[in-house]
């Protein structure tokens, strides 16, 4: 590698199908990227999209080692480059969420005292995977050996601190165990699982917080310099959000085969869905995920069957119907969806009736009207509400398309930004590693990426259309509630 050298930030992200990383240098400049693939790089591992699925069809493990492997790979692939690790200033990363790996006792010995004449996975071969509940019920023998329960992203940080890594804010609160507020195990919920689990999973830090300096291993095998910072790594959505860089009040919307939301929040409201962190990149602040099954693979199906399996006249029906599609209202689940728990097709005339059909522009407009109300309702029924400063930030294949933007604006009565975040996790841990460096100086997150490339507008909202929608945002809410309820009486 030719290049000159440059202080930079590594942003690593331990996902399911594959290991990631990017190097950004001080001006936010991504200059390097690789990844190992699990199953076409690591075929000896016999993984399906990254994972061993048990005979029951419902448990789902990793191979730990291959991580591990995968981790050695890209080292290897980044010192045969040339690149140079002693430009290294801070590293941080993200893991998959809800996933846990437990240490036998003793590992702590072992990752203190790695040998930088080996690679990793030939030293770290003692780990195991699973949940901690299931674990301690099934398997209590290796529940009393174990030392310390890692998820998957303090596991990564260990790997390169050579000791085990606390539990980030933002991670930890994906795990149904931390009392969200007060930054806390909830002692409650540790004990309906495990007897210990506390000194288990060990302490937990801010999300920002730098947890050590990088092991002697890899300043010895591979010339990183001794002063080289480890971040807290933190899970891949919250990781996704710092890459998106979202600010209080705004919204992440990924349009792919599901739809996410991303939601910064002030205070969450309690609620039985979706799921609520602690920010990551402000630690008086909280994030929300919401997820919808019923995605792009919907909105095919509705272009195939009411536009001629065509994009283009998918988008001029779009444009051709008037905004609130008259009062016709659909909701479409050809599966069974997670946010509600709704499944079928359902269709309302303007008077509340039940009907089989629509038109078929007024189909297509009903059921991308009909998506973004429900994330709209969804979203704040767990606290968020629409600031004048709001802006959507669009990802996914959806977001291509400037007519569906375009409905995403009006319902949300904001202007909709599109930003390239193929690897918003791993840039997202990049950022956040600049951040770690600056956290102690008080310096707020979004000063620390101001260089970043900015997201393009792609949509502001038609003039009127929070009117169509402050109206219609009700009426659609209550006829979601009489779905679920199966009760298809008038609604008031």
């Not at 283009?312 to 119907?321: D, G």
Request: aromatic share 10%; net charge negative; with cysteine.
């Amino acid at each position: 590698m030719a290049e000159r050298a440059r202080h930079c930030c590594l942003g690593w992200d331990f996902s399911t199908q594959q290991v990631k990383v990017v190097a950004v240098d001080e001006e936010l400049t991504v200059f390097y990227e690789d990844s190992v693939h699990f199953d076409r790089d690591l075929p000896e591992f016999g993984t399906q999209g990254g994972v061993h699925v048990h005979e029951d069809g419902l448990t789902v493990t990793s191979p730990v080692l291959m991580w591990v492997q995968a981790l050695d790979i890209l080292l290897e692939k980044m010192k045969a480059s040339g690149f140079d690790f002693s430009q290294v200033l801070s590293m941080s990363g993200a893991g998959q969420q809800h996933g846990s790996v437990y240490w036998k006792v003793g590992a702590s010995q072992v990752l203190t005292n790695l040998s930088p004449d080996l690679p990793l996975h030939e030293q770290l071969q003692r780990f195991t995977g699973n949940q901690i509940a299931k674990i301690y019920q099934q398997n209590p023998e290796a529940y009393a050996h174990t030392e310390r329960i890692s998820l998957v992203s303090s596991f990564a940080a260990s790997l390169f601190l050579g000791s085990y890594s606390p539990i980030d804010y933002s991670d930890g609160s994906g795990m149904n165990l931390l009392q969200i507020q007060d930054k806390v195990w909830s002692q409650a919920c540790l004990g309906a699982c495990a007897p210990q689990l506390e000194g288990k999973l060990g302490p937990l830090v801010p999300s920002c917080s730098c947890v050590g300096a990088i092991s002697a291993y890899y300043v010895q095998r591979y010339g990183f310099p001794s002063g080289c910072k480890v971040v807290a790594f933190t899970g891949d959505n919250p990781a996704s959000l710092a890459g998106m860089r979202l600010e209080e009040g705004d919204i992440a919307v990924s349009l792919g085969t599901s739809d996410t939301l991303f939601l910064w929040l002030q205070e969450p409201v309690p609620a039985l869905e979706g799921h609520i962190f602690c920010n990551p990149v402000d630690p008086q602040h909280y994030m929300a995920l919401l997820c919808f099954k019923n995605g792009s693979l919907m909105r095919e199906q509705i272009r195939d069957e009411s536009a001629a399996c065509s994009w283009t006249e998918f988008s001029r029906a779009l444009r051709s119907t008037e905004l609130g599609n008259g009062g016709s209202l659909g909701f479409y689940f050809d599966v069974m969806e997670i946010t509600p728990e709704i499944t079928g097709r359902h269709r309302f005339s303007a008077d509340n009736c039940k009907v089989s059909a629509f038109p078929e522009d007024v189909e297509i407009r009903a059921l991308v009207e009909g998506q973004f109300m429900a994330k709209r309702i969804h979203a704040e029924g767990l606290g968020y509400r629409i600031m004048p400063k709001t802006k959507i930030l669009a990802t996914g294949g959806a977001s291509h398309n400037r007519d569906i933007l375009q409905v995403l604006a009006d319902v949300f009565g904001a202007p909709v930004y599109v930003t390239d975040t193929a690897n918003s996790a791993c840039v997202g841990s990049a950022y956040r590693a600049f951040h770690g460096l600056a956290a102690g100086t008080g310096v707020p997150f979004s000063e620390v990426v101001k260089l970043a490339p900015n997201p393009r507008l792609a949509a502001t909202p038609t003039p009127g259309a929070s009117q169509v929608y402050e109206a219609l945002l009700p009426k659609y809410a209550k006829l979601e509630q009489r779905i679920l309820s199966q009760t298809l009486g008038p609604v008031a």
